[in-house]
T-cell receptor
């Protein structure tokens, strides 16, 4: 069935380093992908999105890369800060706008 | 503009009790949905609605009912609570246009069934 999964459940980095969080998806019909950040006790917060007709999209300190050939999505965070520590989810939007989430990666940033 | 409002924030139920989780949005979004999140897991879709009067099942619909009588409200009902329904529940609303799609999440309802 449809699924979105992550390669790494945890990621620890030093403050100032760049972070890369990876995600694999299985539904080739998905036309929209979103990265969310979730802090403890809160709902998911939108970070960045990308349409399936794009390979790369940049935001402030974040970049999302999409490789449709291997069904892979990544989130790059530049100059990672302690405030970036959270759980990061990739999600895909499939038919009728349904949002399907991956398992999540815990990012820990050490000062 | 409050966004998506969920009530209550916390709830403890006994097995077999019923209750309704409330969700309201003031953004005039057509699409609304309910998710549950278990520890260490992503969010799983319970039910969704593409507009007033229209609802459909998601990945994990069993044990839950929904209705959508207005654009603003999308309540989630547990008819007979079970310990397996202990989870954090998130409501979301969304819109889409030719340029983007946007989902807004509520702050969640933490439900414990004992």
């Amino acid at each position: 069935g449809e699924s979105v999964g992550l390669h790494l459940p945890t990621l620890s980095v030093q403050e100032g380093d760049n972070s890369i969080i990876n995600c694999a998806y299985s539904n080739s019909a998905s036309d929209y992908f979103i990265w969310y950040k979730q802090e403890s006790g809160k709902g998911p917060q939108f970070i960045i999105d990308i349409r399936s007709n794009m390979d790369k999209r940049q935001g402030q300190r974040v970049t999302v890369l999409l490789n449709k050939t291997v069904k892979h999505l990544s989130l790059q965070i530049a100059a990672t800060q302690p405030g970036d520590s959270a759980v990061y989810f990739c999600a895909e939007i499939t038919s009728y706008g349904k949002l399907t989430f991956g398992q999540g990666t815990i990012l820990t940033v050490h000062p | 503009n409050a966004g998506v409002t969920q009530t209550p924030k916390f709830q403890v139920l006994k097995t077999g009790q019923s209750m309704t989780l409330q969700c309201a949005q003031d953004m005039n979004h057509e699409y609304m949905s309910w998710y549950r999140q278990d520890p260490g897991m992503g969010l799983r879709l319970i039910h969704y609605s593409v507009g007033a009067g229209i609802t459909d099942q998601g990945e994990v619909p069993n044990g839950y009912n929904v209705s959508r009588s207005t654009t603003e409200d999308f309540p989630l009902r547990l008819l007979s609570a079970a310990p397996s329904q202990t989870s954090v529940y998130f409501c979301a609303s969304s819109f889409s246009n030719r340029h983007t799609r946007s989902y807004t999440f509520g702050s969640g309802t933490r439900l414990t069934v004992v």
